[in-house]
């Protein structure tokens, strides 16, 4: 599943480490960390998370890891990130997000987001959630975007957004 996916103005290329020399600088910025808390990494720090994400499952088996990183196929500049954690047996996929600042605005997560729900589906997915900071409104419309609702159910202060193939008609 971690294969390039190309959609209208950007492609998402699987995650490598040699990304993160590339991605500290789209990370950079504390006003991208308002909502999910943290600060920007260092490359160091990149390196090291993208070194455990690249193995592409946690260490019990029961997570599959996919992680893309988004790029505009005008130029191939890397503007951000999407992953997913695929989980009960393939069937249900946790998502998000992340967009540089400078990128922000330009609809490039919602297009990411939406390329990487469609290959999901394509997988057998059939039910994918998204966590939310409830005054995240770019990142709410692009979960609507993508056909997730919200749920009303809260976790460390994030909504569960949520869609389900199975349900929909």
Known sequence: MNTEIVADRIYLTPLAVSDADEMVKVLDGEDLYTFTGGSAPTLDELRARYT??????SADGLQEWHNWIIRVRD???AV???QATVMDEGRRAEIAWVVGLPWQGRGYASEAAQAMVDRLGSRGVVSVQAHIHPD???SAAVARRVGLSPTGLFNDGEQLWQHDREKSP
């Open 75 to 77: 130029d191939g500049q």
């Open 52 to 57: 455990r994400q690249v193995l592409g499952r």
């Open 136 to 138: 995240h409104a770019a």
């Open 80 to 82: 951000g990130y999407v």
